[in-house]
């Protein structure tokens, strides 16, 4: 059973950097591209970055490009992504997900992820 569980989240000022870590169990970490989406209130889960198998490739959400990274640790199950100067609307609850496919066309859709974790609440005050 492939079980993913994000921590890291918590309440941070506009302009500071949070850090969250998503630790994957129960299959080869290293067959999955591993994505990260956010959900405020309201609003439909959205893709905020997603790293390859090998890391070899990144990619970003317009809206969080040169402020997110995105990382992964395939010896740890890990995968991190580094937020740095936080504003007001990256508050979401975020979610990690593994995505087996290698066609990164799937990769931006939130609907064709294999497994997600539980979710871990960003919230940044102005």
């Known amino acids: 059973q492939v079980q993913l569980i994000e921590s890291g989240g918590g309440l941070a000022q506009a302009g500071a950097s949070l850090s969250l870590s998503c630790v994957v169990t129960?299959?080869?970490?290293?067959?999955?591209?591993m994505g990260w989406f956010r959900q405020a209130p309201g609003k439909e889960r959205e893709f905020v970055a997603i790293i390859s198998r090998t890391s070899a490739i990144t990619y970003y959400a317009i809206s969080v490009k040169g402020r997110f990274t995105i990382s992964r640790d395939n010896a740890r199950n890990t995968v991190y992504l580094q937020m740095n100067n936080l504003k007001p609307e990256d508050t979401a609850v975020y979610y990690c997900?593994?995505?087996?496919?290698?066609?990164?066309?799937?990769?931006?859709?939130?609907?064709?992820?294999?497994?997600w974790g539980q979710g871990t609440q960003v919230t940044v005050s102005s």
């Open positions: 129960g299959h080869t970490f290293s067959s999955y591209a």
């Open positions: 997900g593994a995505q087996e496919s290698t066609d990164s066309d799937t990769w931006v859709r939130w609907d064709l992820y294999n497994y």
